[in-house]
């Protein structure tokens, strides 16, 4: 299979360095407006450069679109009315206004993935297999200051990976939110059936977290996306008092997680849908519902600057 890469930033560079890996792909060509940093990313990887978009898709089976967000409409409405199979980089667009129009464009048989990339880590699968009656959710997403520009406030760019797992991995949609913050800086309770979910999110944090924590009545489970492994407590079998000391025995179970690259997973399965015609995993009205639920709860960041 022949495939593209539009956009030679930071995650343009990591699609093109994964494709070059990977068995079904056969040639791979790089478009960016930016020619001397797509040729440097091409000579990188063995991929070859495109002159234009147009020269790209007369190339390739399929492409990812890996362009600055505000340029996602306008970019992935020219790609996919031509019937070519695309993932876009999350998010799917700027606004869910944006989404909806772009959703009715798709031509009937195009294959158009979004990538939510923490869909495809696996303690994502294993906790989703292991949780049951959650009594509370809590996912922190923090990250320290950056120079990375970005047109996103930190709802957009870190906690949308988490309301995509909690509405598409773990719940069905929040009926509530109530959300407080600024624009580097957020928080959001949710209310999912009869489980309050918190998340919070920052571009302001002195170190890098990315954890779950779910609470239940007969275990806690925890989480972290980056070392990708899940732990389980089991409530106390045994209460003491030693030396004025408050001591409590847990069991504690390290759950089998096999270490996977996500993005590697990701484009291994955007390739296996556009093969196979089946629907890829991240869905473009799945994208748009987490786009919705990312305004409304910056809506509530406004009155809390």
Request: charge should be negative; proline fraction near 5%.
């Amino acid at each position: 299979m022949d495939v593209g890469v539009i956009g030679t930033g930071m995650m343009g560079r990591n699609h093109v360095r994964i494709y070059s890996e990977l068995k079904p792909v056969q040639s791979l060509f790089v478009y960016d407006v930016n020619q001397d940093q797509a040729r440097i990313v091409a000579e990188q990887n063995n991929a070859e450069v495109a002159g234009s978009i147009q020269e790209l898709l007369k190339n390739v089976d399929a492409v990812s679109l890996c362009v600055p967000t505000p340029l996602h409409y306008q970019s992935a409405q020219k790609i996919i009315t031509t019937g070519m199979n695309t993932l876009i980089e999350k998010p799917i667009c700027l606004t869910s206004t944006e989404g909806h129009e772009l959703i009715n464009k798709i031509p009937k048989g195009t294959i158009v993935g979004v990538g939510h990339i923490e869909r495809f880590n696996p303690i994502v699968k294993e906790i989703s297999r292991i949780i049951s009656s959650p009594l509370y959710v809590e996912l922190k997403r923090h990250n320290p200051t950056s120079s990375r520009i970005t047109a996103s406030s930190v709802v957009e760019d870190l906690m949308i990976h988490d309301i995509d797992i909690i509405l598409h991995s773990l719940f069905q949609d929040p009926l509530e939110v109530f959300s407080r913050g600024t624009r580097d800086v957020a928080m959001a309770l949710c209310q999912c059936g009869n489980t309050p979910v918190y998340l919070s999110a920052s571009r302001k944090a002195s170190k890098k977290i990315r954890m779950i924590h779910i609470e239940q009545e007969d275990i806690t489970i925890e989480g972290d996306f980056m070392t990708q492994e899940v732990y389980i407590y089991r409530k106390p079998g045994l209460y003491s008092v030693e030396n004025e000391r408050y001591v409590q025995e847990n069991i504690v179970e390290k759950v089998q997680v096999t270490k996977k690259e996500p993005l590697r997973d990701e484009l291994l399965s955007f390739l296996d849908s556009v093969r196979t015609g089946k629907e890829f995993p991240v869905t473009p009205e799945q994208a748009v519902m987490n786009l919705e639920v990312c305004e409304y709860i910056i809506q509530g960041l406004s009155h809390g600057n």
